[in-house]
Nanobody, 120 residues
Framework: QVQLVESGGGLVQPGGSLRLSCAAS????????MSWYRQAPGKERELVAA????????NYADSVKGRFTISRDNAKNTVYLQMNSLKPEDTALYYC?????????????WGQGTQVTVSS
């Protein structure tokens, strides 16, 4: 059974930091590119950061560049999102996503999300 379980969200003051984790199980984690998305109330889900299967390449939304860092530990089947200098506009439900194409078949898995609220 495929599972992506996010954790680490919470309430933080502007300028603060949080570290999100996404623990994966039920599939070969090291074969999947991993991403973090977020969705604020009334807005569409947007890509925040992505990392390739081996961790050699990352990509970030312009709005988080220089503040957020995505990383992964394939030995622990976990992907992380370190979020620094948080702003109120970072408030959203953050989702973990796993994607791969294996033998021409596309796989796409989502977690349930973890809430991040940035407020004083």
């Amino acid at each position: 059974q495929v599972q992506l379980v996010e954790s680490g969200g919470g309430l933080v003051q502007p300028g603060g930091s949080l570290r999100l984790s996404c623990a994966a199980s039920g599939f070969t984690f090291s074969k999947y590119a991993m991403s973090w998305y977020r969705q604020a109330p009334g807005k569409e889900r947007e890509l925040v950061a992505a990392i390739t299967s081996a961790g050699g390449s990352t990509n970030y939304a312009d709005s988080v560049k220089g503040r957020f860092t995505i990383s992964r530990d394939n030995a622990k089947n976990t992907v992380y999102l370190q979020m620094n200098s948080l702003k109120p506009e970072d408030t959203a439900l953050y989702y973990c996503n796993a994607q791969a194409t294996i033998f021409l078949r596309n796989y796409d898995y989502w977690g349930q999300g973890t809430q991040v609220t940035v407020s004083s």
